[in-house]
């Protein structure tokens, strides 16, 4: 097995290049996450089977004018000209982008539900706050998730920034400003621009645990571009900038732990079905130049004839009379349309068994709008299995990005206790955060509502404010609710056949 040397020990050579160097390893040879980007935005040549590499097609042409003779036969023939190149279709289909985005909503698609074991102190409102609102982490995870699958690998960096926010106005009019450091949070992935630099690796120890983490980057300094790192480890992160020499700071690392949460997957969430995309585009593409050449039908005339001009309105073919000399009959010329007579049954039945084939080898339901519109008003339960195989997915995949959002409550915990919210440090170290995510499938209210008037007994399960407090045409419940009850009296009054009745006692 090969030695892999500690952090430390990466950490303790004189030379930086060499740590940088040491640290700059991929934990997956020959992964390329460049192609997996581009092909994830359109590009098809990763494989030669891909549509972008068909070839422009080759078409003879020959003269109308000119001709030659054939050295074989002594024929004269038209005089062949240069060869007239003809682009061919080369149909891009969104298939990486929606087995990507699909496998993404069904991780992190649902209501993000955040709890902890301790609900009465208010730790788990100011982790809340920052977890929900501030650092707005649903979205980092939709759009993580959506990263890694397609690129392969991704990182989310947290780290303190000192505001000042002005807090009021002193005696004479002067604004307060008073510094507050908050949680920033921002994703690592491959760049679309070839010129820049933005190369992301960890470090494991023999544990397989994570001791050291590098991003290599560039940036403007001193009016240039150079090479810049930072090295995360559990006690400090350095930045190093290359500008002639290395300048290199250190600094401790506030939150106590590596900031970084790193995630990888072997391959792109397509590659199972890449081979099938292939023939699916290439089909496509084929039949696309098929119906270019043979789509619009032509006009095959008999005979001498009279065509009208492209550009006349109501047009009329006129076709000369002749009288045959020998039998004094008359004749004239004659015209049809060519149609293409071929069928293509085969072709459609190959498209919509590879269209199939992709989205079940994906594991990606085919929620387009003429699948869906047929349906119906599903019960719960059958949604549930008509997705069945997306969630058995989302079930594996949560086997790599439920330790991300785990280690994400580690480092915002740990943040807040130890830079953001130190007053509070106690009660929130001492507690424990849990987040999860609920389902993204659409819920049928009124199914929902009645299973629980039967689990009930049939009996109401919400007071009469708060089903008032659900209707778009109430803006005070409790107005609302004393005019009903008013309202609910006269009535009454109204309707007793004995007229108005009074307490016997003013008073009550």
Request: net charge negative.
């Amino acid at each position: 097995e090969k030695y892999m040397p500690g952090i430390s020990e990466i950490l303790s050579n004189d030379d930086f290049s060499r740590i940088v160097s040491d640290l700059c390893v991929d934990t997956i040879e020959d992964r390329d996450p460049k192609e997996y980007l581009e092909e994830y935005n359109g590009e098809r040549r990763r494989r030669k089977t891909s549509v972008g590499f068909r070839e422009p097609k080759k078409v003879a042409v020959y003269s109308d004018t000119e001709f030659e003779t054939d050295p074989n036969t002594g024929e004269e023939k038209p005089k062949r000209l240069e060869d007239k190149t003809v682009p061919v279709a080369k149909i891009v289909t969104n298939i990486p982008k929606k087995i990507v985005r699909t496998a993404a909503a069904f991780l992190f698609g649902g209501d993000m539900i955040v709890s902890a074991d301790n609900m009465d102190d208010d730790s788990l409102q100011d982790f809340k706050q920052v977890f929900v609102r501030k650092l707005k982490m649903k979205s980092v995870f939709m759009r993580f998730a959506r990263i890694v699958l397609s690129e392969t690998k991704g990182a989310i960096v947290f780290y303190p920034v000192t505001k000042s926010n002005i807090k009021g106005t002193d005696k004479d009019g002067n604004p307060i400003l008073k510094k507050e450091v908050v949680l920033k949070a921002k994703i690592l992935s491959t760049p679309k621009d070839d010129n820049v630099t933005n190369e992301f690796y960890p470090h494991f120890d023999d544990d397989d645990d994570m001791d050291g983490f590098i991003h290599k980057y560039t940036a403007m300094v001193n009016g240039r571009s150079c090479e810049c790192v930072k090295i995360y480890t559990a006690n400090e992160i350095i930045t190093g900038i290359n500008d002639g020499q290395w300048v290199i700071t250190k600094d401790k690392n506030l939150f106590g732990k590596i900031p970084v949460v790193y995630a990888e997957v072997d391959q792109p969430d397509w590659e199972d079905i890449a081979v099938l995309m292939d023939a699916y585009e290439m089909r496509l593409s084929r039949m696309s130049d098929t119906n270019d050449y043979f789509g619009d039908p032509m006009l095959k005339t008999y005979g001498q004839t009279n065509l009208p001009s492209k550009e006349t309105v109501g047009k009329e073919l006129n076709f000369s009379m002749e009288v045959d000399p020998d039998t004094g009959t008359a004749y004239h010329g004659d015209a049809e349309y060519l149609s293409w007579q071929q069928s293509i049954d085969s072709q459609k039945e190959e498209i919509a068994n590879e269209r199939h084939e992709i989205f079940s080898g994906a594991s990606c339901p085919d929620l387009s709008f003429d699948n869906l519109i047929g349906i119906g008003d599903l019960s719960g339960v059958a949604r549930e299995f008509m997705t069945i195989d997306a969630k058995i997915k989302a079930t594996e995949q949560m086997e790599i990005f439920g330790p991300v959002v785990q280690r994400c409550v580690a480092i915002v915990q740990a943040g807040m206790a130890r830079i953001s919210h130190i007053k509070n440090a106690g009660v929130i170290e001492g507690n424990y955060f849990e987040v999860k995510f609920g389902s993204i499938l659409p819920k049928n209210l009124t199914e929902i509502l009645q299973n629980l008037a039967i689990a009930n007994g049939n009996k109401p399960i919400n007071s009469q404010e708060t089903i008032t407090a659900e209707s778009p045409y109430t803006k005070n419940a409790k107005q609302e609710i004393a005019t009903m009850k008013k309202e609910e009296k006269e009535m009454a009054q109204n309707s007793n056949p004995f007229g108005a009745t009074f307490p016997a006692n003013p008073d009550e």
